[in-house]
């Protein structure tokens, strides 16, 4: 299930690159290998035009985890296909008429794609 616009956990950055690595509260925290446990935050993430649905998603989880992409513990093509997901939505939003939805679980998350606008990334589930 989506999250939905009211839930305060859910953080609303605008995307893309440039932004801050920090979290939204403004701490320092950062999950890296090493830590023990990490946030419980949900994003809502926009997707750029010049951004791959791919990136965006690693972006996003990034976020939801407190640390840069770059600090992830493990590559997207661990829990699912990189370029399958991006062929999914290859065509644009004028050239569908409905909204597509893809759901996977990556990083201990629910990750939902809506289209080609928003990547939702849910609190930390129990496996």
Do not use: K
Not at 76 to 95: G, H, K, M, Q, T
């Amino acid at each position: 299930m989506a999250p939905t616009d009211d839930d305060p956990s859910i953080t609303h950055p605008t995307g893309g690159h440039g932004e801050s690595d920090r979290p939204l509260d403004g701490s320092d925290h950062r999950t890296a290998a090493n830590d023990v446990e990490p946030p419980t935050i949900a994003v809502e993430y926009s997707v750029d035009d010049d951004q791959s649905l791919s990136e965006a998603v690693v972006f996003a989880v990034a976020e939801a985890e407190g640390c840069t992409a770059l600090e992830l513990d493990e590559p997207l093509y661990n829990w699912i296909d990189p370029d399958a997901l991006d062929a999914v939505f290859r065509l644009s939003r004028e050239e569908v008429t409905a909204d597509r939805l893809f759901s996977f679980r990556a990083y201990g998350r629910e990750v939902l794609v809506v289209d080609r606008r928003a990547v939702h990334v849910s609190h930390p589930v129990d496996t």
